[in-house]
Each structure stands twice: as structure tokens, then as C-alpha cells.
């Protein structure tokens, strides 16, 4: 009945809210009592405080002003959808705007526990499982929520284990919905390649975002994480593609401008790239990807400032962001500031425990700091965890030749070239060729003569080691000649001779990462 009264009203105030006149949506709905009107009244009162404050922070003249610019209406909504909520006045979507509000404020134990409710009352909104997943730091919050138990529940937990970077849960998660009958749902495929995407599988995440666009061509979601996968691999003219496609969909989409964004950033335009993602930023200021995009294309830009201010909002908008906490360790170590560094590397580490880049980082920052303890545990757990860049070993065996624990470097050394000739990977000469080097003056010291000999012709393949090489096979070759050496016809194998074999590698000296004792 009510919902009748209320019709013309709320029709008309529709129609304002569409175009975006939110007081005016809110002057015709006062006094309407549906609770459909009601919410669209309190909705518009806070989307006319947001959009106020959008335009106060475009007007401001700095990042301190900006930071001061809050919206005027919220208090006066909080008091009035307690009262509500109180005398148990509030539907699904009421609770939901209620949420929102407390969110706002600050009030995150307060959101929390209105968005439960949320789900409770209407379980199949799904603005209110978001929102609720924004507040979730980390898996040990999830098991004290009362969630209802329903379908949506798993999308949800699906979603979460996501973003917390808890991967092999969240891919069971949504093979089980596949199997319960989801499996033509491509926000699940996308979900997943996503989630391929963040434990860094590029080509599964390329195959299956591939497959999503024979599915759907012309879906937009997720477009940019595809982009960013085209980017890492330079796939230069599958993402010239890619831009051009969108922008024939749609160009005034935010994921669009980020694969614009993400285009001219691979053909090195940075000032371009960086324009495109401000555009994404004035299409939706709270979209994380750009503002993250855009700190990497000012610290290419080699603007330190504006980078540390976006990656501050990329935080903002997402503590659990991982790349704009390491983007943040890395200005400040253009800065020269390795204590800033360390606290921000640290937090990158947090969510990504077992992420190489982010160890390796954190070592380099603890050896700058001189505390090199903590940085040969970095190191070595960053090669236990699988070195995606392959220095970690590189770097163990420098501190130990900087701390002249010789045997040690050389096990090091030893094991970085084991790898690198079982992978069958293209390295960089200058490291390889290091290794070799303080192998071959290793063996010579040690009087292992052969192993010494093989390790002096490799060097030889290097411009920056063939010199010293060569004075060694000199030296080795005068020894024979002398006879103080005995010859022998076939040569160990260079990289794993007897005194040295892999049962004696530096896993018992170094011991598991443990980072609580150091604070930055």
C-alpha cells in the first residue's frame, strides 16, 4: 500500500537520480514512507555529499587540502539510519547505504557487523558481499562472521580468498560452483584467470582470458588484468589489439583507458600512459588498478612525488594492494630512504609471503641497513620459495663473499648454476660470468685443480672475466709444467664436485625467514 502512495513520487525522483540531480531526487522523496523510497531518499542525500566532495577535492589545491575534504552528510545520516536501525526499520538495502556510511566514517567494526546483517536480510545483493569483503584483512576475520548460509556464500568466500591471496582455496571454490552448475558463467572464468594472474601463471591466465574472449567478445571486466598479462609478456600487438577492440565497445569505460594506458605505457609514451589513467581515475576515482598504474608510470617518469601520492590513494581505496606498497618501497629507495623502505617492502611481504620479489627487495633493503643476518634469510627463503628472477642466489653468495664465508658463496654459486643450466634459460653473461669467476679462484685456493681449470675456460666465453680466466689456465698450465700438479685425463664435473656436492647446500646454515624482531 504504501509502496502504491509513494509511486508517482518515487518515479519522478528516479528519474532525476538517473541524470545525476541527487538533491533534487531527495526534495520530492521527503516525507515518502515505502521503504523502496525511503532507501532512494537517503541514497540520493549521499550520493549529492559525495558528489560535493569530488568536486571540492578537483577545486583543492593540494594533497593536504585534498586529504581534509570530507562529505558534509554523513554525519547526519548515520544518526538518522541508527534511529532506523534500531527500531529494526531497515531493509537489505537500507542496512547496505547504512554500511556504506559507518565504512566512511571509520567505523569498520560497526560496517562490519551492518553488512553481515545486510547479507542476512537480502543475500542476494551482492554490492553489500563487496563491500563486506573490502573490510576482511585477512582469513582469521573470516572464520568470526556469521554468514548466512547460502549459495552466495561461496561466491563470496570464492571472492575473498582471492583478494587475500589465498589461491588453491579460491580456485576449489569455484571449480566447486562450476560443478553445481555454474560453468558457463564467465565472471567465474574471469575470476579464475584472475586468480592465475596474481600467483603470477601468466600463460594459464592468457589461455583462459583467450578462451573468455571467444565466449564473450564484447565483455569489458577484467579486460585490464588482461592487459597487464600482454604488458609483462610484451605482447605489443595482441594489446594494440586488444585497445582497439575496446575502444570500439565502449572507449568511455575505465578498463578501457587502462588497456589504452597499459598500450602506450609498453611503447614507452609515459606521459601518454599517464593521462589515460588519470581519465580512468575521473570515471571512477576509487578504481584501484589505475591509480596503481599510474604511480609505475610516474616513477618512469621519474616523478617520485606523484608516484608516492598515487600509490597512497591506491592504498587508500585497498589496504591489501600489494604492488602499490611495493611501489611505494621502491621511491623511497630512489629516495635513498632504506628504513621508509623497509617498512613498506615489509608490508608488500605481509600479503605476498611467498613472492620472491618482494624477499629479494627486503634483503637488499636489510643489507643497506647493514643488518645482514636478516638479509641472508630473505635471500635464501626468496630462492626457497622459487626465485622468479633468479639473483636471490646471486646476491646469498655476494654476502657471503663480502662476510669471506667462502665456502659458502661457492655453494651458492654452485647452485645458481646448476639452475640455470637445468632450466635452459637465457641469463645475464654478468652474473653467470661472476660465478664462474669466484669458482674458478675457489677451486685454485682449495687446490681442486681440474674443477679449477673448467671454471677458468668458462670464463673465458665472457668479455669481463676472459682475461682473468686466461691468466689462471696460465697459472694452472705453469703448475702442471713444474709438475706440482698431477694431470689427470678427464676433468670432474665443474659444478658438483665431491667436497661440494648438494647434500651440502646452505639450507642448514640459513635459517626460515623470520622478520617480527626488526622494526622499520
Given at each position: 500500500?504504501?509502496?502504491?502512495?509513494?509511486?508517482?513520487?518515487?518515479?519522478?525522483?528516479?528519474?532525476?537520480?538517473?541524470?545525476?540531480?541527487y538533491?533534487?531526487?531527495?526534495?520530492?522523496?521527503?516525507?515518502?514512507?515505502?521503504?523502496?523510497?525511503?532507501?532512494?531518499?537517503?541514497?540520493?542525500?549521499?550520493?549529492?555529499?559525495?558528489k560535493?566532495?569530488d568536486?571540492?577535492?578537483?577545486?583543492?589545491?593540494?594533497?593536504?587540502?585534498?586529504?581534509?575534504?570530507?562529505?558534509?552528510?554523513?554525519?547526519?545520516?548515520?544518526?538518522?539510519?541508527?534511529?532506523k536501525?534500531?527500531?529494526?526499520?531497515?531493509?537489505?538495502?537500507?542496512?547496505y547505504?547504512?554500511?556504506?556510511?559507518?565504512?566512511?566514517?571509520?567505523?569498520?567494526?560497526?560496517?562490519?557487523d551492518?553488512f553481515?546483517?545486510?547479507?542476512?536480510?537480502?543475500?542476494?545483493?551482492?554490492?553489500a558481499?563487496?563491500?563486506?569483503?573490502?573490510?576482511?584483512?585477512?582469513?582469521?576475520?573470516?572464520?568470526?562472521l556469521?554468514?548466512?548460509?547460502?549459495?552466495?556464500?561461496?561466491?563470496?568466500?570464492?571472492?575473498?580468498?582471492?583478494?587475500?591471496?589465498?589461491?588453491?582455496?579460491?580456485?576449489?571454490?569455484?571449480?566447486?560452483?562450476?560443478d553445481?552448475?555454474?560453468?558457463?558463467?564467465?565472471?567465474?572464468v574471469?575470476?579464475i584467470?584472475?586468480?592465475?594472474?596474481?600467483?603470477?601463471?601468466?600463460?594459464?591466465?592468457?589461455?583462459?582470458?583467450?578462451e573468455?574472449r571467444?565466449?564473450?567478445p564484447?565483455?569489458?571486466?577484467?579486460?585490464?588484468?588482461?592487459?597487464?598479462?600482454?604488458?609483462?609478456?610484451?605482447?605489443?600487438?595482441?594489446?594494440?589489439?586488444?585497445?582497439?577492440?575496446?575502444?570500439?565497445?565502449?572507449?568511455?569505460?575505465?578498463?578501457?583507458?587502462?588497456v589504452?594506458?597499459?598500450?602506450?605505457?609498453?611503447?614507452?609514451?609515459?606521459?601518454?600512459?599517464?593521462?589515460?589513467?588519470?581519465?580512468?581515475l575521473?570515471?571512477?576515482?576509487?578504481?584501484?588498478?589505475?591509480?596503481?598504474?599510474?604511480?609505475?608510470?610516474?616513477?618512469?617518469?621519474?616523478?617520485?612525488?606523484?608516484?608516492?601520492?598515487?600509490?597512497?590513494?591506491?592504498?587508500?581505496?585497498?589496504?591489501?594492494?600489494?604492488?602499490?606498497?611495493?611501489?611505494?618501497?621502491?621511491?623511497?629507495?630512489?629516495?635513498?630512504?632504506?628504513?621508509?623502505?623497509?617498512?613498506?617492502?615489509?608490508?608488500?611481504?605481509?600479503?605476498?609471503?611467498?613472492?620472491?620479489?618482494?624477499?629479494?627487495?627486503?634483503?637488499?633493503?636489510y643489507?643497506?641497513?647493514?643488518?645482514?643476518?636478516?638479509a641472508?634469510?630473505?635471500?635464501?627463503?626468496?630462492?626457497?620459495?622459487?626465485?622468479?628472477?633468479?639473483?636471490?642466489?646471486?646476491?646469498?653468495?655476494?654476502?657471503?663473499?663480502?662476510?669471506?664465508?667462502?665456502?659458502?658463496?661457492?655453494?651458492?654459486?654452485?647452485?645458481?648454476?646448476?639452475?640455470?643450466y637445468?632450466?635452459?634459460?637465457?641469463?645475464?653473461?654478468?652474473?653467470?660470468?661472476?660465478?664462474?669467476?669466484?669458482?674458478?679462484?675457489?677451486?685454485?685456493?682449495?687446490?681442486?685443480?681440474?674443477?679449477?681449470?673448467?671454471?677458468?675456460?668458462?670464463c673465458?666465453?665472457?668479455?669481463?672475466?676472459?682475461?682473468?680466466?686466461?691468466?689462471?689456465?696460465?697459472?694452472i698450465?705453469q703448475?702442471?709444467n713444474?709438475?706440482?700438479?698431477?694431470?689427470?685425463?678427464m676433468?670432474?664435473?665443474?659444478?658438483?664436485?665431491?667436497?661440494?656436492?648438494?647434500?651440502?647446500?646452505?639450507?642448514?646454515?640459513?635459517?626460515?625467514?623470520n622478520?617480527?624482531?626488526?622494526?622499520?
Amino acid at each position: 500500500m504504501e509502496d502504491a502512495q509513494d509511486m508517482d513520487a518515487y518515479t519522478l525522483a528516479k528519474a532525476y537520480f538517473d541524470v545525476k540531480e541527487y538533491d533534487r531526487a531527495a526534495h520530492f522523496l521527503h516525507g515518502c514512507n515505502s521503504k523502496k523510497a525511503y532507501f532512494l531518499y537517503m541514497y540520493s542525500r549521499y550520493l549529492s555529499g559525495e558528489k560535493k566532495k569530488d568536486d571540492e577535492t578537483v577545486d583543492s589545491l593540494g594533497p593536504l587540502e585534498k586529504g581534509q575534504v570530507k562529505n558534509e552528510a554523513l554525519r547526519e545520516l548515520r544518526v538518522e539510519l541508527s534511529k532506523k536501525h534500531q527500531a529494526r526499520e531497515l531493509d537489505g538495502f537500507g542496512l547496505y547505504l547504512y554500511g556504506v556510511v559507518l565504512r566512511k566514517l571509520d567505523l569498520v567494526k560497526e560496517a562490519i557487523d551492518v553488512f553481515v546483517e545486510a547479507t542476512h536480510v537480502l543475500p542476494l545483493h551482492w554490492g553489500a558481499w563487496l563491500e563486506l569483503c573490502n573490510l576482511i584483512t585477512d582469513k582469521e576475520m573470516l572464520k568470526f562472521l556469521s554468514l548466512p548460509d547460502t549459495w552466495m556464500k561461496e561466491f563470496f568466500l570464492a571472492h575473498i580468498y582471492t583478494e587475500l591471496q589465498l589461491i588453491e582455496e579460491a580456485l576449489q571454490k569455484y571449480q566447486n560452483l562450476i560443478d553445481v552448475g555454474f560453468s558457463k558463467s564467465s565472471y567465474i572464468v574471469s575470476q579464475i584467470a584472475v586468480a592465475y594472474h596474481n600467483i603470477r601463471d601468466i600463460d594459464k591466465a592468457l589461455s583462459i582470458f583467450n578462451e573468455l574472449r571467444k565466449q564473450d567478445p564484447y565483455r569489458i571486466e577484467n579486460m585490464d588484468t588482461f592487459s597487464n598479462l600482454l604488458y609483462v609478456r610484451s605482447m605489443k600487438s595482441e594489446l594494440s589489439y586488444l585497445a582497439h577492440n575496446l575502444c570500439e565497445i565502449d572507449k568511455y569505460r575505465v578498463e578501457t583507458c587502462c588497456v589504452i594506458g597499459n598500450y602506450y605505457s609498453l611503447r614507452s609514451q609515459h606521459e601518454k600512459a599517464a593521462l589515460y589513467f588519470q581519465r580512468a581515475l575521473k570515471l571512477n576515482p576509487r578504481y584501484l588498478g589505475a591509480w596503481t598504474l599510474m604511480g609505475h608510470e610516474y616513477m618512469e617518469m621519474k616523478n617520485t612525488s606523484a608516484a608516492i601520492q598515487a600509490y597512497r590513494h591506491a592504498i587508500e581505496v585497498n589496504k591489501r594492494d600489494y604492488r602499490a606498497w611495493y611501489g611505494l618501497g621502491q621511491t623511497y629507495e630512489i629516495l635513498k630512504m632504506p628504513f621508509y623502505c623497509l617498512y613498506y617492502y615489509r608490508r608488500a611481504h605481509q600479503l605476498r609471503p611467498n613472492d620472491s620479489r618482494m624477499l629479494v627487495a627486503l634483503g637488499e633493503c636489510y643489507e643497506k641497513l647493514n643488518q645482514l643476518v636478516e638479509a641472508k634469510k630473505c635471500y635464501w627463503r626468496a630462492y626457497a620459495v622459487g626465485d622468479v628472477e633468479k639473483m636471490a642466489l646471486v646476491k646469498l653468495a655476494k654476502l657471503h663473499e663480502q662476510l669471506t664465508e667462502s665456502e659458502q658463496a661457492a655453494q651458492c654459486y654452485i647452485k645458481y648454476i646448476q639452475d640455470i643450466y637445468s632450466c635452459g634459460e637465457i641469463v645475464e653473461h654478468l652474473e653467470e660470468s661472476t660465478a664462474f669467476r669466484y669458482l674458478a679462484q675457489y677451486y685454485f685456493k682449495c687446490k681442486l685443480w681440474d674443477e679449477a681449470s673448467t671454471c677458468a675456460q668458462k670464463c673465458c666465453a665472457f668479455n669481463d672475466t676472459r682475461e682473468e680466466g686466461k691468466a689462471l689456465l696460465r697459472q694452472i698450465l705453469q703448475l702442471r709444467n713444474q709438475g706440482e700438479i698431477p694431470s689427470t685425463e678427464m676433468p670432474a664435473p665443474f659444478f658438483l664436485p665431491a667436497s661440494l656436492s648438494a647434500n651440502n647446500t646452505p639450507t642448514r646454515r640459513v635459517s626460515p625467514l623470520n622478520l617480527s624482531s626488526v622494526t622499520p
